[in-house]
């Protein structure tokens, strides 16, 4: 399942992040890679529930696509 893939994808790019694209969203390193946390760990539980067989779309995994295609640019590794 996609949510699963890419939720994974983006807890691996946080653990082995060296940079990050400074901006007033993101002023610090310790900021990209809590945000890259926080849309995997959300697509993760999305995969979750799904794999119990009980699909739920949640705000939060819309959300965390959403901030994935906001930020594609900047998924570099």
């Known amino acids: 399942m996609l949510a699963r893939w890419l939720g994974a994808q983006l ?5 082995e992040a060296h940079g990050w694209p400074e901006s007033a969203e993101f002023r610090t390193f310790e900021d990209w890679v809590h945000a890259l946390r926080t849309n995997g760990e959300a697509l993760l539980a999305y995969a979750a529930d799904d794999a119990d067989g009980q699909v739920a779309v949640t705000a939060d995994a819309k959300a965390a696509l959403r ?10 590794d």
Not at 67 to 76: C, S
């Open 11 to 15: 807890l691996s790019l946080a653990a």
């Open 67 to 76: 901030w994935v295609a906001d930020h594609l640019e900047h998924l570099w």
